[in-house]
């Protein structure tokens, strides 16, 4: 494709990133995949001001619409689904709308009768044990749209949801993974606290697995310090299930930390970090760690194992506390091991997660739609999606 040759910038909508600056695993993911495109492409992003503090304009070269809440809270997501729709649908001035969210799906079908449409499989929120039987059975019936009336180009963060799924879409999944911004001259933040056992995510529920870490700990007799950063606020009845396990320990519990550079401070000074969550897409805030070269123990979900092999992290049966406490053993007994494997994990992440290369996937999916304005069906092959790349 001639696409760098361009005298103009095409226009690329962006709906399901509902706040930046980003504090959550989706919005990062497109911020940093945008931090390297939008020199080529003119990027509006739509959000809610539930999710950003910001006012609508253009920061850092990205124009963001940011609309209001809705006077219903439980509808706010979509009014801002539906709202975002309507002003692309009226402008008519984008290029290609690209959506992130399997419970967006109902608006494709909508965007497809004007504009190509990328759309990203990015999660499964039906596995959360947080959500209501109805709200559930909605993310399945989402799901199961998402696939059955498919955007022009579909991406999946997860390979083996892209291999589960492939059968049952008439479109190519392109496997397109996160990835880390490597920023070589970021000013590293000074805290106090080191050498501590870390979990950190965006919402602390029950199927990040938090609860089987502290019960880990607490049977080792676990006397060091113990942080876990993150939102409890979304689940209060598994937040006191947290304080009641937790009460041996020698804990602090954070509230999320939307500051970038400080949550990558407590990430460096940790001396090991523990990821054992049930259910994933694919984890930011497993890469960000392995970027912090902290040793890493996680739980041994297919999305996980994914990502790293047995040399670069240690893994353990998902939710067995038992299992979990041997490998925390091995982990604080054995430091020299931890930071080879940490090491390991950190290489891995420079080859096959940087963003900088990532990046150059959507801009081929986008300049794909806009030159051919044709869909990315199953038995078709100009776009290998994550394996073109490493052959590369």
Not at 40 to 54: A, K, L, P, Q
Not at 318 to 337: C, Y
Request: net charge positive; proline share 4%; aromatic share 14%.
């Amino acid at each position: 494709m001639t696409n760098k040759n361009r005298n103009y910038k095409p226009k690329i909508g962006v709906i399901g990133l509902k706040g930046f600056p980003a504090f959550g695993g989706s919005a990062r993911a497109g911020e940093n995949m945008m931090f390297y495109l939008k020199d080529e492409f003119h990027f509006v992003v739509f959000n809610t001001n539930t999710h950003t503090s910001r006012k609508t304009g253009t920061y850092n070269g990205i124009e963001q619409i940011v609309y209001p809440k809705f006077f219903i809270g439980a509808l706010n997501t979509f009014y801002y689904y539906l709202r975002s729709t309507l002003h692309c649908l009226w402008d008519g001035s984008f290029d290609v709308i690209h959506v992130f969210h399997v419970d967006a799906a109902f608006i494709i079908p909508l965007l497809r009768l004007r504009y190509r449409v990328v759309s990203g499989h990015r999660a499964r929120p039906q596995f959360a044990a947080k959500w209501s039987w109805l709200v559930r059975q909605y993310f399945r019936f989402m799901e199961w749209l998402f696939f059955k009336m498919p955007a022009d180009v579909i991406t999946s963060v997860s390979r083996p949801v892209a291999e589960l799924f492939q059968t049952r879409t008439k479109r190519k999944i392109l496997f397109i993974p996160n990835g880390i911004v490597f920023d070589e001259k970021s000013e590293i933040l000074q805290i106090e606290e080191k050498d501590y056992v870390l979990f950190a995510s965006g919402r602390i529920i029950a199927s990040k697995g938090v609860h089987l870490m502290l019960e880990a700990l607490v049977k080792i007799g676990y006397t060091g310090r113990v942080l876990i950063i993150g939102n409890r606020s979304h689940s209060p009845e598994y937040a006191k299930e947290l304080d009641e396990i937790s009460k041996s320990l020698n804990i602090r519990f954070i509230d999320l930390i939307k500051d970038k550079q400080l949550l990558m401070a407590y990430l460096k000074n940790a001396g090991l970090f523990v990821f054992p969550s049930y259910h994933e897409g694919m984890s930011n805030m497993l890469l960000e760690a392995a970027s912090a070269r902290v040793p890493l123990i996680c739980s041994d979900i297919p999305e996980n194992k994914q990502v790293f092999n047995d040399d670069e992290t240690f893994f353990f049966e998902t939710g067995n506390s038992t299992d979990l406490a041997k490998k925390i053993e091995q982990v604080l007994s054995n430091r020299p091991l931890a930071v080879e494997v940490a090491q390991k994990a950190y290489e891995r992440l420079k080859r096959e997660y940087n963003w900088k290369i990532l990046a150059e996937q959507y801009s081929k999916i986008y300049w794909r739609l806009i030159e051919t304005k044709k869909p990315l069906n199953s038995g078709d092959s100009e776009i290998q999606g994550n394996d073109e790349y490493k052959a590369g």
